[in-house]
């Protein structure tokens, strides 16, 4: 095979894995120069953001990413924001409701069984101000979890599946999203095997609805549903301390230990119940295969 065989296929397009490539480089360059543009105001007005330098990094990773995203579409692929999960139809509330919809019930049912079980106890905690820590974790976890799913299940999803088939493409992309999360506080050799689950069932919403909006609404909804309605720990870490904290009183393998409920066994049959529906809803539906990518549809 020849050096320009390895790089382009026959139809002349760059090959998927230099395209997935070739994204990543432009993230990890982008970044962080949007992370200081994100910070240049307030630094110019000689201000910080106290308690808040994870959302600078956050909206940097989001800015990063999206810019990224619009290289490669327009200049690599010349597609639409549609082969990515972005156009503006497919924001629609008809795909991303149901995904918010999943993404609550997946953590929330395994939680709930558990606050039965008496393994997860919810505890009166500080007295501060529970509508301004809401406020600030809503921002958060949204800004968070749109910074993941753009730079798991956007353009590098896309790109894979059209070298490898979608599911070939989702295990890549969820054990590199379980990687990520390994120097959490609390990680576990479970936790890792939940993360990746978690993977897989984000990348389903995205395919089934061919929308990424859908993706970030599961995925903000699973981590609202602990951060807020629970106020238990999310990926190993406290985020919301005042008013009630659901702490554990059951045995790590259901309750997920020091990485929290969604890190146990209850957990992983939501996760793989929702993907389940989803896989069955779609063939049942459209009819069609879901191991066949969409490329620029």
Request: proline share 4%.
């Amino acid at each position: 095979m020849s050096a320009s065989a390895l790089l382009v296929s026959p139809q002349g397009r760059l090959r998927s894995g230099w395209r997935a490539a070739l994204f990543l480089l432009l993230v990890v360059a982008l970044s962080p120069l949007a992370t200081l543009l994100v910070a240049l105001p307030t630094r110019l007005a000689g201000r910080s953001m106290p308690d808040e330098p994870g959302l600078m990094i956050w909206l940097g990773g989001v800015l990063g990413a999206l810019a990224a995203h619009w290289v490669m579409l327009r200049f690599v692929d010349r597609a639409s924001w549609s082969y990515v999960g972005l156009a503006p139809a497919q924001g629609r509330a008809s795909r991303v409701v149901p995904g918010l919809a999943l993404g609550a019930l997946a953590v929330g049912i395994p939680c709930a069984i558990l606050i039965a079980a008496g393994w997860l106890r919810v505890q009166r905690a500080t007295e501060s101000s529970v509508a301004a820590e809401t406020a600030r974790l809503v921002v958060m976890l949204l800004v968070a979890a749109l910074t993941e799913e753009l730079l798991m299940r956007g353009y590098l999803l896309s790109a894979l599946a059209d070298g490898m088939g979608r599911w070939s493409a989702l295990v890549v992309t969820s054990v590199v999203f379980a990687l990520l999360h390994v120097n959490n506080p609390g990680m576990t050799p479970g936790a890792l095997v939940v993360v990746g689950l978690a993977g897989i069932f984000l990348g389903a919403v995205r395919f089934a609805a061919s929308s990424l909006y859908a993706a970030w609404a599961a995925h903000f909804a699973w981590n609202a549903v602990l951060a807020l309605a629970l106020h238990a720990l999310v990926s190993g870490s406290s985020l919301a301390t005042s008013g009630w904290r659901t702490v554990d009183a059951g045995p790590d393998w259901a309750t997920g230990g020091a990485w929290g409920p969604e890190g146990g066994v209850p957990a992983a049959l939501g996760l793989v119940a929702a993907t389940s529906l989803l896989l069955i809803r779609r063939r049942r539906g459209a009819g069609s295969n879901f191991s066949t990518a969409d490329t620029h549809a």
